[in-house]
């Protein structure tokens, strides 16, 4: 069997190794000149490689850490104690013990109360299905109260999703929670997170090395541009300037929207499932600085005025101190649904609102403090959970005759991370493979 892959994402790359150890050969087709997708990185500093997104390995995250290992980097793997801080109305606030927890001045003692038994409640939930047909917002005042909903939950909801907030299922929020919850180990309570020394381009690049060895071939600057089922169930790939490649099976890993392109004949009824998901896009400076801002790794706004980006990961505070000696490595994303104009503004346009907010977060932070700015932008990147979501996943077998797909509109109740993406990797793997 030959499989061809759409796709050269870590959802691609973790397929491919899965396939090949069942002994099946392999195509990558990988649009961009580099493979990674949404993992990809790029040069920060002369000769310092790191992630283009903000990504955290947590030290439950037990698939992708098996996996880490089975292509050997599990020695690699480090781990650090960080902490999580709030940002309201000119003032920086950490939550990360019981003591600071306790001192955190915007809630009330009673709303602290409600708010830490919510959060254990919530911890212990294991059935999502009742979540799912709830709104957020309507769950979240019933389990944490109004007060608690419209001084931390609805902030931190509107940063995330935006204008998607309302349609949001509690099933979203449940799955985050419980997620960054077991990020507390069960010894020490202290929160702990993690990578690979070098980032994902360690890891892409080992995966690189470890795939091509076992004979698959990865073609980067490979856009596909249709995909045809032959009578012989034979699959044929377009490629651009009439280049055609043909396999047994193919698997596609882009988002919904991108297959939908690829395969215009696709049945009404599955097409319908696919175009009913709703994504989110990303915008995200990246800016290296001479010094930190912060002691924590995510800085959540709750400020009581809109503030351009949604959020401030400091991921320096998660790295090695020796990777960047000393400097700081700050991610300013912002979460858009589609077709947002603000996504249309320029990369110089868009650092010069970030920077000017951060100034006015930070009034010490000179412009002389800022070694490096860039941003980087993906349209279809967090797929909104709605009310009643399970029941618009699409199956990775597609009714077309050895056409497949699996992407990330199939991480079912969890945030968007590569440890379920390699959960649903080796599950398209185990399906392609059958006879």
Known sequence: MHVGIIGGGMMGLATTYYLNKKGIQVTILEKEKEIGGLSRSVEILPGIHWDRFYHVILSTDEELLWFLNQIGLSLEVQFKETKTGFYKDGKLYSMSNTVEFLKFKPLSFLDKIRLGLGILYTSKINNWKRLEKIYVKTWLIRVFGRRNYEKIWDPLLRSKLGSASNKASAAFIWATIKRYYGTRHSKSKKELMGCVRG??????????????????????????????????????????QGKILEFDRVIATTPNQTILRLIPEMPKDFRSKLETVNYLSIICANLVLKRSLTPFYVTNLIDSRQLPFTGLIEASNMMSENI?????????????????????????????????????????????????????????VQPIQEVGYSENIPTIKTPLRNFYMVNTTMILNSTLNNNEVIKLAKKAAEVVSKK
């Open 324 to 380: 960047l000696d000393g400097k700081a490595l700050v991610y300013l994303p912002k979460y858009l649904p589609l077709g947002d104009p603000f996504y249309q503004k320029t990369d110089a346009e868009i650092i010069d609102i970030f920077i000017k907010t951060l100034k006015h977060m930070f009034p010490d932070l000179d412009e002389d403090d800022i070694i490096s700015r860039s941003v980087h932008r993906e349209p279809y």
């Open 199 to 240: 980032g994902y381009y360690s890891i892409l690049n080992r995966l690189y090395d470890h795939l091509s060895k076992k004979g698959t071939r990865i073609l980067t600057n490979c856009p596909v541009e249709r995909v045809k089922i032959k009578n012989n169930g034979c699959v044929k790939v377009l490629l651009g």
